[in-house]
C-alpha cells in the first residue's frame, strides 16, 4: 500500500489535490446533475412507503393524508397530499 492510501480504492486522504472550494464546486455540479435526472425521471417503480394521517383537526374538512414516495431509480423522494 502506498502512502496516503486507504483501503478503499481510489480514496486518498494524504496528497489529495482537491482544494475545498473544488470539492464544494464538484458537489455542487453533482447535486445538479442529480436534480436534472429526477426530474426527467418519470419515476415508473415510486414506491408508497408511507401514509401519515391526521385526522385530529376541530374542522374534519382540515383532515388529510400525507403519502410518502421514493423512486429506486432516480432516489427522489416526495410527499403527496390526499383528502
Ligand atoms: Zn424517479
Not at 483501503?7 to 447535486?31: E, N, V
Request: with cysteine; glycine share 4%; hydrophobic share 25%.
Amino acid at each position: 500500500m502506498e502512502p496516503g492510501e486507504t483501503d478503499a480504492p481510489g480514496l486518498f486522504i494524504y496528497g489529495d489535490p482537491m482544494t475545498a472550494q473544488q470539492i464544494t464546486d464538484k458537489i455542487q455540479k453533482l447535486r445538479d446533475k442529480l436534480r436534472k435526472i429526477q426530474k426527467e425521471c418519470k419515476h415508473p417503480n415510486a414506491v408508497n412507503y408511507d401514509t401519515r394521517c391526521d385526522h385530529g383537526n376541530y374542522d374534519p374538512s382540515q383532515d388529510c393524508c400525507f403519502l410518502y414516495w421514493k423512486c429506486p431509480d432516480c432516489l427522489d423522494l416526495w410527499t403527496e397530499e390526499t383528502r
